[in-house]
């Protein structure tokens, strides 16, 4: 079991909870901590103050180990369909999506891992009501906008099968309430509050 003292990071911790209780930020701060970071992968702690969401995003062509170190949080996470359907709006293209995710964890819960096209890559995830949060993650590869691995965010719509689609290949679990949305990128929502801060405690390689 990994805890915050384990990676040196019980002060950042306790500063993430001071910024956001002493001054009642609202929208509340994220803060993130990259412990080391390459080409081929990056070590990070996301902090998320108590009630916090980190909306619908995604880790493009990314494999994700994640962990919640302290506190609670409820996560969801979708999957592409694999014959994807799309339709257009007036404000874009929406793309059929599984959720394959909707659960509670702790720090008991152990690590979860998101493969490109499995495991819920497309993930939101909101702090528990009783304390502050925190996750680390192991992303490989790590970001790089320039190599087409930008994170991108998307809204989730409610999708309502029609008898047409009793035969298009969905299988059982699938056409179950609830199991299937209409996803649609948008821009980073305007109340999404996140600073990066520099790491400056073990050194863990």
């Not at 493969?115 to 009501?129: I, S």
């Amino acid at each position: 079991r990994i805890r915050p003292d384990d990676v040196g990071l019980r002060d950042d911790f306790r500063f993430s909870h001071g910024m956001n209780t002493a001054g009642h930020r609202n929208p509340p701060i994220i803060t993130c901590k990259s412990i080391i970071r390459c080409k081929n992968f990056e070590i990070a702690v996301l902090f998320l103050p108590k009630g916090t969401v980190m909306p619908l995003h995604d880790h493009p062509g990314m494999t994700v180990f994640s962990k919640l170190l302290i506190g609670s949080a409820h996560v969801e996470g979708y999957d592409w369909i694999r014959r994807p359907r799309t339709f257009s709006t007036i404000s874009g293209s929406r793309i059929l999506a599984e959720k394959v995710l909707d659960r509670d964890v702790t720090p008991e819960s152990g690590a979860r891992v998101l493969f490109p096209d499995a495991g819920g890559n497309m993930h939101r995830f909101v702090a528990g009501e009783e304390m502050h949060c925190a996750f680390l993650d192991v992303l490989t590869p790590p970001y790089a906008p320039t190599e087409r691995r930008r994170c991108t965010y998307h809204k989730d719509f409610p999708c309502n099968l029609c008898a047409c689609w009793r035969t298009s290949g969905l299988t059982e679990a699938q056409r179950r309430p609830g199991k299937l949305a209409w996803l649609q990128e948008v821009a980073k929502p305007r109340d999404l509050r996140i600073i990066s801060l520099q790491y400056r405690k073990l050194i863990i390689f």
